[in-house]
């Protein structure tokens, strides 16, 4: 198994990137709805300023994992965890960082857009609100600052107090960017961001995620094997549950060494 830990909170290489830092650290894992274990023993290294993707058929626990990450699980009832997972070496399911904080440095986008039905300005200063920041000047700067990084300040700078929901999903998706970007996040977990967007959007996504893993550390599930090889560093394939293979993109989608990897992104599988 690459991807590993060596102990020393460095990841074990996907290949060649021995002295790369390590953002989250998936320790054996396991994750059970009830009687049926969704996660099994999955180990996986998450590196800074990078974009991870994981791929694999449907309902073999993609999203169960990017949400095991924020804890977005503990949202669901009869949800048990084992194993761990390490965010800057803090265990998220320990004591020492609370779930509110956790969310906060590692938000999600998803599948389909969600802006709330609020104003685009209100919508991307939501979080900072929350968190009792009232002073107009930062609120207004930020609003810039957020969209701009998103790359959505052009097409909506005059309209800032329209309704979010009337935008096109495209600038939805991105304005849901801009909402997190708001506060700051260190890791961003996409869930198929680009499922409900036509070819030209989901290619801007695409674009702005690449200049997004100059900041952040990026992990993102994707059906799109084109897309999981045009724009992520390292490949995770997932099997019912369980972590197949997780190495360097370009190692997953050329040479893989495991069979199953090999049958998936040949299209032999199922
Ligand atoms: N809230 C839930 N309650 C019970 N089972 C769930 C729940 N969410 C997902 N599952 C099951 O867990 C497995 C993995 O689901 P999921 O993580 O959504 O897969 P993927 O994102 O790869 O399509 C599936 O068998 C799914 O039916
Ligand atoms: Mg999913």
């Known amino acids: 198994m690459t991807g590993g830990n060596t102990g020393n909170g460095r ?3 996907p290949h060649g990137s021995e002295t790369e830092p390590v953002k989250m650290n998936v320790r054996d894992f396991n994750l059970y709805y009830g009687h049926f274990q969704a996660l099994k ?3 996986m290294a998450i590196l800074e300023k990078r974009i991870t993707a994981l791929i694999g058929p449907s309902g073999c626990g993609k999203s169960t994992l990017l949400r095991g990450m924020n804890r977005m699980n503990d949202l669901i009832s009869g949800v048990k965890t084992s194993g761990t997972i390490l965010l ?6 320990g004591s020492a960082i609370r779930v509110d904080e956790l969310r906060k440095r590692v938000g999600m986008v998803f599948q389909r857009p969600n802006p709330f039905p609020l104003s685009i300005s209100d919508n991307v200063v939501y979080g900072l609100r929350v968190a009792g920041i009232r002073n107009q000047k930062t609120l207004k700067e930020k609003v810039e600052s957020s969209l701009q990084a998103a790359w959505l300040w052009e097409p909506v700078k005059d309209k800032l107090h329209h309704p979010a929901l009337e935008l096109p999903l495209d600038q939805q998706q991105r304005l849901c960017i801009a909402r997190l970007l708001a506060v700051e996040p260190e890791v961003i977990l996409m869930d198929e961001p680009c499922s409900a967007l ?5 290619a801007k996504i695409e674009e702005l995620m690449l200049e997004l893993r100059n900041h952040y550390t990026i992990v ?3 059906h799109n ?3 999981a090889s045009r724009i992520s560093d390292f490949s995770g394939y997932m099997l019912l549950g369980e972590l197949i293979e997780f190495d360097d993109t370009q190692k997953i989608f050329t040479n893989p060494e495991n069979k199953k990897t090999q049958d998936y992104i040949t299209g032999r599988y199922g």
Do not use: F, K
Not at 88 to 93: A, S, W
């Open 198 to 202: 036509d070819p030209i959007a989901t």
């Open 225 to 227: 094997m084109q897309q």
């Open 220 to 222: 993102i599930v994707t």
């Open 41 to 43: 023993n999955v180990n």
């Open 11 to 13: 990841a074990a290489p």
């Open 88 to 93: 800057d070496g803090i265990d998220v399911y």
